[in-house]
């Protein structure tokens, strides 16, 4: 079994960053991509973010050129900067891992707050 832990959401202001860090653990070679997702209130889940083994990043067009997706293969860790944040990222962010057989795992979510 693979388990997510996420860490680093909060309130911050319009305009400032966050790091959101995710960290895998158990059975983390069955993990083909890492990525995240977010949920506003009254809102589906969406797609964010997704970095592939080989280190090649994904976005959605609404944060590409303000959020980076990276990983720390060594730890087991995949993180997402997110810059120039606006109210409209305001939302529960979820660590999300695409398994070799074809599962999902999530993990608890941390909120991120933007006060305009």
């Known amino acids: 079994q693979v388990q997510l832990v996420e860490s680093g959401g909060g309130l911050v202001q319009a305009g400032g960053s966050l790091r959101l860090s995710c960290a895998a653990s158990?059975?983390?070679?069955?993990?083909?991509?890492l990525g995240w997702y977010r949920q506003a209130p009254g809102s589906e889940r969406e797609f964010v973010a997704f970095i592939t083994q080989s280190g090649s990043p994904h976005y959605a067009a609404s944060v590409k050129g303000r959020f980076t997706i990276s990983a720390d293969n060594t730890k087991n860790t995949v993180y997402l900067q997110m810059n120039s944040l606006e109210p409209e990222d305001t939302a529960i962010y979820y660590c999300n891992a695409d398994l070799r057989t074809g599962f999902n795992i999530w993990g608890q979510g941390t909120q991120v707050t933007v006060s305009s």
């Open positions: 158990g059975s983390t070679f069955s993990i083909r991509l």
